[in-house]
């Protein structure tokens, strides 16, 4: 049975504690305070309750009849996390350490954002159980993403542009990092995705694993077995992380990860990290990188401000290197064009992260038969980003 | 040789009756044509050792004074082979250096290359603030066969069991960070550094070093009354940048009268 992270926060050669000793201790409390809780009736039944009554879980498995039959090959069942209260998957890991913030009995909270989706289930987990927020985000993501700035504000929380090097996640982390580091002893730091140091890649792996369990679930309902693949798109993978996991030990369900493949690979402007990256530590934790002969982190390339970062969760890397998923890219182009196939067949809009999922598909559904069937995270709807889509599709509404 | 020049160079200052001061320049900040150069003024001065920052694009443990010389340390061309092929030139100096930087760039130059690269360029000691004790065997054994000095860094937040722990373990001295937040000039310390500084000093086998936030004379004569004596970063940097090295001989002088 697959076991992970070790007791020491390792997924094989990955993960682990990289913070300064200043940060030391309060990682070493969380994962403390996780481990009390996470077999905890009391506290599994209120974050239940919020899951059902307040983000609206469990989300519906759609078979996406149209989509299956224009691409011709496997069925595609849709799981539409875009219908969570907020619209993307991230609130489910934001209620879930809000909870756990206020069970350390710390009554601030920090987190970052990109494309300014986690950063609103956050600002909107803190605004449901009073706690104070703050937000650091890129000056680039916030040009990308000004609705999500204001929604943020609107719930009370403070956004805080980062100007540093390339002014989008990768620098938004560090600057929570930082934050983090100064206000330690009265703040948790909320992170996004798989990513930071353990515990943190298990937390929101957790946190995030009922996405997996009701897709096993309702699909078992629908056909009686276990779907044939997998599919969700990656930036630090916190949605892919939660469909895979509950699957890992299920040989037969084959796992695809889709990475932000920008401008193309070749191009050298992408963040497919996995794809094109080599191993070292970056924020906590030790996995694959975006980075140059010299150890310097390079900067990520991608139209989702979701995916615009140069690492991935230390539990890709392992589950990449057992060969447990298959984990391949999506170009800009790939995006676009899936954004706009499941909006014309489906009429569901999605985020630009899952459309990388959506691009990728056509190439998985016709290598399968009509008999076979693939579950899509769809991990976001569209909204926030029409704007960048009609910057680069153009629309009637041009004057 | 490489850690007994550190340690036998701080036992007799410290014998003197003098305390420890030690500033931290990023090499390559004002180009790495400029890094012996300012060693050298250093070494004149009447510093202890130097800490020598390798520019990281990420350096989260470092605020923004450091941040920029990095960036501009990167911008100029700084790499990390041009910094040990810059100290390899006069690698017979007096002076101990410290190298500080981050897990990713010695990762990716390759730990026990990085090693051996560090003794070639006559580098002392180790100070790496993202690798806390729960990961340090990736590189322990092999520094200890280079000769090289891992210095641990010490929080205000470490419980006891921890400051104790890291008192043992580390070489050189015991960096002791007197400021729960990142690197970067302070106004004032918590009231508890006094204390914190006291407790680690009792029983150390190694000096202690109080270090991040030091920026005035009146700061380093107070802290170095209460341990071995300060590195100083910030202000260091800053006033390379800026040209005005007075500070710099005036906050060492500080440090020679604090005893």
Redesign the interface.
């Known amino acids: 049975m697959y076991q992970q992270p070790n007791e020491?926060g390792h997924f094989g050669q990955f993960g682990?504690?990289?913070?300064?000793?200043?940060?030391?201790?309060?990682v070493l409390e969380l994962e403390e305070a996780y481990n009390e809780v996470k077999n905890d009736p009391d506290f599994l039944e209120t974050f239940h309750y919020y899951l059902k009554d307040y983000v609206g879980r469990e989300t519906p498995l759609y078979y996406a009849e149209r989509l299956t039959k224009k691409l011709g090959g496997a069925k595609i069942y849709l799981k539409r996390e875009d219908l969570n209260h907020t619209g993307a998957h991230k609130i489910n890991n934001a209620l879930g350490q809000a909870l756990l913030t206020k069970h350390m009995g710390k009554k601030k909270v920090v987190a970052e954002t990109g494309a300014g989706q986690h950063g609103v289930a956050t600002a909107t987990a803190c605004a449901l159980l009073g706690l104070e927020c703050i937000v650091f985000m890129g000056a680039e993501d916030i040009k990308r993403q000004k609705l999500n700035v204001f929604r943020m504000e609107l719930l009370g929380a403070k956004v805080e542009a980062v100007h540093?090097?390339s002014a989008t996640l990768?620098d938004a982390v560090?600057e929570a990092?930082?934050y983090w580091?100064?206000h330690?002893?009265d703040t948790h730091y909320i992170i996004g995705s798989v990513v930071g140091p353990h515990p943190f890649p298990q937390i929101v792996r957790d946190f995030q694993s009922m996405i997996g369990r009701e897709t096993k679930q309702q699909f078992n309902e629908k056909t009686g077995r276990l779907p044939d693949a997998l599919i969700a798109c990656i930036g630090g993978g916190s949605n892919a992380m939660g469909m895979f996991y509950p699957f890992v030990d299920d040989a037969s369900v084959k796992m695809y990860g889709v990475e932000a493949g920008g401008h193309g690979i070749s191009t050298g402007k992408h963040a497919a990290t996995l794809t094109g990256g080599?191993?070292?530590?970056?924020?906590?934790t030790?996995t694959y990188?975006l980075?140059d002969?010299?150890?310097?982190?390079t900067e990520a390339d991608s139209i989702s401000a979701g995916l615009d970062y140069p690492g991935i969760g230390p539990e890709h890397a392992h589950l990449k290197d057992i060969n447990r998923v298959e984990y391949v890219s999506a170009t800009d182009q790939d995006a676009l064009f899936g954004l706009k196939l499941l909006s014309e067949t489906e009429g569901i809009i999605p985020a630009l992260e899952s459309a990388h999922a959506i691009g990728y598909l056509p190439e998985l559904a016709q290598a399968m038969t009509e008999d076979q069937s693939i579950v899509v995270c769809l991990s976001g709807r569209g909204d926030k980003d029409v704007e960048t889509v009609k910057a680069v599709l153009g629309g009637q509404s041009d004057e | 040789m490489s850690k007994q020049r550190l340690d036998a160079r701080f036992k007799e200052i410290l014998a003197r009756g003098d305390k420890l001061f030690v500033p931290y320049i990023m090499a390559g900040d004002g180009g790495l044509d400029a890094l012996n150069e300012r060693i050298q003024f250093l070494e004149t001065c009447g510093a202890s050792a130097i800490e020598l920052g390798l520019p990281f694009s990420d350096p989260v443990a470092d605020g923004e004074t450091i941040q920029e010389a990095g960036i501009r340390a990167l911008k100029s061309g700084a790499t990390v082979q041009g910094v040990f092929d810059t100290l390899k030139v006069s690698k017979e100096r007096n002076m101990p250096i410290i190298l500080m930087t981050y897990m990713n760039p010695v990762y990716r130059y390759g730990i026990e290359a990085f090693a051996k690269a560090c003794v070639d360029a006559g580098v002392s000691g180790l100070i790496i603030p993202d690798l806390p004790m729960e990961e340090e065997q990736m590189i322990t054994d092999i520094l200890t066969q280079h000769d090289i000095a891992l210095i641990r860094l010490v929080a205000l937040t470490s419980p006891t069991t921890r400051q104790e722990e890291l008192k043992k373990r580390t070489e050189g001295f015991l960096y002791a960070v007197t400021v729960t937040g990142t690197t970067g000039e302070r106004q004032t310390f918590t009231d508890r550094v006094h204390q914190y500084l006291a407790h680690l000093k009792n029983g150390a086998n190694t000096p202690v070093l109080a270090g991040f936030g030091v920026s005035s004379e009146e700061q380093v004569k107070m802290l170095s009354g209460h341990c071995d004596g300060v590195v100083v970063g910030s202000r260091i940097v800053k006033a390379f940048h800026e040209g005005d090295r007075a500070i710099i001989k005036a906050m060492i002088e500080a440090s020679k009268q604090s005893t």
Not at chain 1, 16 to 26: K, N, Q, S
Not at chain 1, 278 to 284: A, D, P, S
Not at chain 1, 293 to 297: A, H, K, L, M
Request: no cysteine.
């Open positions: 020491t682990g504690r990289f913070v300064p000793e200043t940060l030391m201790p309060a540093h090097g990768k560090n990092l930082r580091v100064s330690v002893e080599r191993v070292g530590v970056l924020h906590g030790m990188l980075q002969d010299d150890g310097q982190i």
